[in-house]
């Protein structure tokens, strides 16, 4: 059973940073993609970062030069460094890993940025 748990989430204001953790259960090298994921109230589920085993990333444009993903393989953790953050980066933030035998999700973790 794959478990992924997020922590890290809260409130911060315009301009702060936080940094999200993806725990997952057992070893990572399983994982051949990791990424972070983030749905905002009446939006669709949206990719934010992902990273690859060789350790490739993806961002969506609109956190380019803001976030930054990374995994330390040696904890079973990913990370999402998010700086200079937006109202517009609201949403719960969901941890996402794919192996050869499926795709996981995390429980999610909340992140609200306002004033």
């Known amino acids: 059973q794959v478990q992924l748990v997020e922590s890290g989430g809260g409130l911060v204001q315009p301009g702060g940073s936080l940094r999200l953790s993806c725990a997952a259960s057992?070893?990572?090298?399983?994982?051949?993609?990791m990424g972070w994921y983030r749905q905002a109230p009446g939006k669709q589920r949206e990719m934010v970062a992902t990273?690859?085993?060789?350790?490739?990333?993806n961002y969506v444009d609109s956190v380019k030069g803001r976030f930054t993903i990374s995994r330390d393989n040696a904890k079973n953790t990913v990370y999402l460094q998010m700086n200079s953050l937006k109202p517009e980066d609201t949403a719960v933030y969901y941890c996402?890993?794919?192996?050869?035998?499926?795709?996981?999700w995390g429980q999610g973790t909340q992140v609200t940025v306002s004033s």
């Open positions: 996402n890993a794919r192996s050869t035998s499926g795709g996981y």
């Open positions: 057992g070893s990572i090298f399983r994982f051949y993609v």
């Open positions: 990273i690859t085993n060789g350790g490739t990333t």
